[in-house]
C-alpha cells in the first residue's frame, strides 16, 4: 500500500531563515505530486505541482520553490522566511493518469516569527 | 482551478443528527470527491464519485453525484462526536486533469 511522510512536523522559524520541507511517497512510481499552504481555519491553496523528476509548476506567485530530486521526493524551499510563511503545508500525491483523486500526507506546521 | 462553492459553511450537530452539506459548481466537473480534515491532520478522502447521478456510502456517510454535474452533496447520518471536522469538497473537469477544484470547507462542531 501507498504511504506519504512530511518533516518535519513542526517548526519555528525566524523571518529570513531558509527553509526545507520534505514529502516522501512509497508504494508508488511516477506520481503527480502536489505543495499546498492552509491558512488557519481556511482552505487548501495549491502552490506546486509536480508530473515528474524535475518537472515543476508554480501556481502563485511568492516566496517559496519546490523541487523534486528523485521520482517520490518533493521539496518545499525558500532563502528567507516572511511572515506571511507561516501555516500548514501539506503535500499530496496522486497516480499519474488515472482517477483524479489526491491523498494528502499528515502535514507540517509551519510558524515564523 | 476554480473555486467551489460549499455550503453550509459552519455547522453545529448533535449526536445522533442527520447532517447535509453541498457542493456547487458554474461548470460541469466528471469527478466529485469528498475530504474529512481532522484538527493538526492532513484531509483524508472520503468518498469519490464518477457517475452524474450515483449515490455512493462509506459507513454512515452518503454522497451524490448531482444530475447536472454542477453539484454534490455529502450526508452523515447519525451523528457521533468523531464526525466533526472540516469536510472538503473538490472536482475537476477531465480525468486527466493534474488540478482539482476545492471547496473552502464546512467545519462541523458538536453543539453544546
Known amino acids: 500500500s501507498q504511504t506519504i511522510h512530511q518533516w518535519p512536523a513542526t517548526l519555528v522559524q525566524p523571518v529570513g531563515s531558509p527553509l526545507s520541507l520534505e514529502c516522501t511517497v512509497e508504494?508508488?512510481?511516477?506520481?503527480?505530486l502536489y505543495w499546498y499552504r492552509q491558512a488557519a481555519g481556511r482552505g487548501l491553496q495549491l502552490l506546486f505541482y509536480s508530473v515528474g523528476i524535475g518537472q515543476i509548476s508554480s501556481e502563485v506567485p511568492q516566496n517559496l520553490s519546490a523541487s523534486r530530486p528523485q521520482d517520490r521526493q518533493f521539496i518545499l524551499s525558500s532563502k528567507k522566511l516572511l511572515l506571511s510563511d507561516s501555516g500548514f503545508y501539506l503535500c499530496?500525491?496522486?497516480?499519474?493518469?488515472?482517477?483524479?483523486?489526491?491523498?494528502f500526507g499528515p502535514g507540517t506546521r509551519l510558524t515564523v516569527l | 482551478g476554480q473555486q467551489l462553492n460549499q455550503s453550509p459553511q459552519s455547522m453545529f450537530i448533535q449526536e445522533g443528527e442527520d447532517v447535509s452539506m453541498n457542493c456547487t459548481s458554474s461548470?460541469?466537473?466528471?469527478?466529485w470527491l469528498w475530504y474529512k480534515q481532522d484538527p493538526g491532520e492532513g484531509p483524508v478522502l472520503l468518498i469519490a464519485l464518477y457517475k452524474a447521478g450515483e449515490l455512493t456510502s462509506n459507513g454512515r456517510l452518503t454522497a451524490q453525484f448531482g444530475i447536472t454535474r454542477k453539484d454534490s452533496f455529502l450526508n452523515i447520518s447519525a451523528s457521533i462526536p468523531s464526525d466533526v471536522g472540516i469536510y472538503f469538497c473538490?472536482?475537476?473537469?477531465?480525468?486527466?486533469?493534474?488540478?482539482?477544484?476545492f471547496g473552502a470547507g464546512t467545519t462541523v462542531t458538536v453543539r453544546a
Open positions: 473538490a472536482g475537476t473537469y477531465r480525468p486527466s486533469d493534474y488540478k482539482l477544484s
Open positions: 461548470s460541469i466537473f466528471n469527478t
Open positions: 499530496a500525491w496522486r497516480t499519474s493518469g488515472t482517477h483524479n483523486e489526491q491523498f
Open positions: 508504494g508508488t512510481s511516477n506520481p503527480n
